[in-house]
């Protein structure tokens, strides 16, 4: 099994930046994809940011220019650093891997969330 660690979340001021940290634990043989989900109160959770295993990226246009991720394999941990937030940008952000545990089985995993509120 994987195990997903979250951090970073918190309360900032419109305009400001947090940075999210997940790193994933276990029996992991690889990871594929990873990435940034987030939900909103009384919205469908959407797709904020995803990173391949080659480092190639793919963002929602709403965060475009804003959020960056990235990954250190060598620590299983995929990072967003959140710049010029907005409050829409207030949500639980999920971390999600697509890890091969173990090997030639690939499963979607879900870390727990960590809140992100941003203030006007």
């Known amino acids: 099994q994987v195990q997903?660690?979250?951090s970073g979340g918190g309360l900032v001021q419109a305009g400001g930046?947090?940075?999210l940290s997940c790193a994933a634990s276990g029996s992991i043989f690889s990871i594929n994809a990873m990435g940034w989900?987030?939900?909103?109160?009384?919205k469908q959770r959407e797709m904020v940011a995803i990173i391949t295993s080659g480092g190639g990226?793919?963002?929602?246009?709403?965060v475009k220019g804003r959020f960056t991720i990235s990954r250190d394999n060598a620590k299983n941990t995929v990072y967003l650093q959140m710049n010029s937030l907005k409050p829409e940008d207030t949500a639980v952000y999920?971390?999600?891997?697509n890890a091969e545990v173990p090997r030639f089985v690939h499963k979607i995993y879900w870390g727990?969330?960590?809140?992100?509120?941003?203030?006007?």
């Not at 989900?37 to 009384?42: F, K």
């Not at 999920?94 to 891997?97: P, S």
């Not at 727990?112 to 006007?120: A, F, I, P, R, Y």
């Open 4 to 6: 997903l660690v979250e």
């Open 17 to 19: 930046f947090l940075r």
């Open 37 to 42: 989900y987030r939900q909103a109160p009384g």
């Open 57 to 62: 990226t793919s963002y929602a246009d709403s």
């Open 94 to 97: 999920y971390c999600n891997v």
């Open 112 to 120: 727990k969330g960590t809140l992100v509120t941003v203030s006007s």
